[in-house]
């Protein structure tokens, strides 16, 4: 269970990286990736994950 | 982006307001004075001090904050420079005018960027720009992002340019949505000049122009999120008056959305003690991807926007002189250096930062400065005395600097519109003319557009102007005057405007009014000379 970044739409504005609660979220070459070791999808952290609610563009941030 | 709005719109037929339509502010407010503030001074709830206002309009303490930002003072923005450094990327919440993935080198408005930088390199950034433009004065942080949804990024940027360059004064920009849980950072950081972008102070407007906010850890949308974001706001500003931090107020005028609304805005800042109230056109097109482009929401008219400006007169002062420049921009308000500062020179440039240089450069600034101003009021004063009666007309004015109608015509990339009764001459703002593009258009093809710029002007003054934009200004309606050549502004649109009079009353001509006039969307290329 995790979710990934789309690396052709993210635009490497970086809200996403302090929000998780997991640290999983990192930037590679101008774009962020998420370690799917790492993330939980914020299941019981948040109501949702918290990446993909702050994330400007829509549709960026989907299950693996 | 290649190319900005068609040159061919034209303004709109039918206004959402005109001068006129717009209620003037209602009976004055009963406010108390802000806390170090001269924003409510004065009687009629008449704000005694603005952008616009000189050292004897304020207390000296406020004049100190503002007489060498260009942002705060209009007169501060012939001579001093700001830049802008684009650490913070991440943003809190969304707008419907704005669409962070853009990025061009040829697009100039707010939000806009072409190289993120990290605190580290922005200082260094700063510290070299401010060693090649001595009268570099201000550092703001506004975006792309928000500053404050980034505080460790804009943070540790003042820390660190506070260490190596203390001269510089800090100033950042903010939605307010994370600004009252920093406002004990700002304030450490000396940062005595903060902008909110305020749009709304009624969350069913507010609805319509933000989609979502991000807060307390939940995506949050509609009238709830306008409603957390507005009260956020107002805490924000209450905050930083107590505190005696100057602010200024951007809104974006939307046009059917919160153009009347605006009025109301700067009522409600006015009451809360803010310095400034800028009031901006909205930039929409198609090609800048945002919901306000896709949809086809217009920006406003020269005329539209000045109704909804002089609607809030009585209010907070306005803020007339916004070029609304880019998230990284360098110079004087209206050129844009940025391009002489990429990561890539930067990395090649060996600074030294000479504070010592920096204050004797300054100082003869402010000697030229000082200079300009007695001569200015000499002029004026020799000006004669008009009788009054009710007309009022604009003028476009052709300057490079020095407060003087001193530049050609075919060389002007943005004109000063000036309001001139027989009370007052009042600069009303500018209008950018540069070409979309550098490549394919001549001379003859930019006339057109410059003429919808100006056109609810009655005249344009320059120092000189070629046969065939004289005629074609003619026709249209614009008198292309070059009778002022080298004149200060003021007395210049003066003695047209005298004998502007003197021809009506004489029967020579026949008074008319003018139209309305088109706001130049998106790029801002073509400036690389003083503002």
Known sequence: ?64 | MQSASPASSTPPAVAFVGIGQIKRLGDPLDIPAPSGGCSTEGGEGKASCGSSGGPDDMPPEIWEKVKNHPCYSEEAHHHYARMHVAVAPACNIQCNYCNRKYDCSNESRPGVVSQKLTPEQAVKKVVTVASEIPQMTVLGIAGPGDSLANPKKTFDTFRMLQEQAPDIKLCLSTNGLALPDLVDEICRYNIDHVTITINMVDPEVGAKIYPWIFWDHRRITGIEAARILHERQMLGLEMLTARGVLTKINSVLIPGVNDEHLIEVNREVKKRGAFLHNIMPLISEAEHGTVFGLTGQRGPTAQELKAVQDACAGGANLMRHCRQCRADAVGLLGEDRSEEFTQDKIDQMEVVYDLDRRRSYQEQVEIERQAQHQAKQIALAGASALPVDDLKLLVAVATQGGGRVNEHFGHVTEFQIYEVSAQQTLFVGHRRVDLYCQGGYGDDEQLPSVVRAINDCHAVLVSKIGACPRDELSAAGIEPVDAYAGDFIEKAVLGWFNDYRSRVASGALVHQHRGDAQIRQGAFTGAQQAA
């Open chain 1, 1 to 64: 269970m995790a979710l990934k970044i789309i690396g052709s739409t993210c635009t490497g504005c970086s809200a996403c990286e302090p929000e998780c609660p997991n640290v999983a979220i990192r930037e590679k070459g101008g774009t962020y990736v998420i370690d799917p070791k790492k993330c939980t999808e914020c299941e019981g952290q948040f109501d949702s994950p918290q990446c993909v609610a702050v994330c400007p563009v829509d549709g960026c941030i989907v299950k693996a």
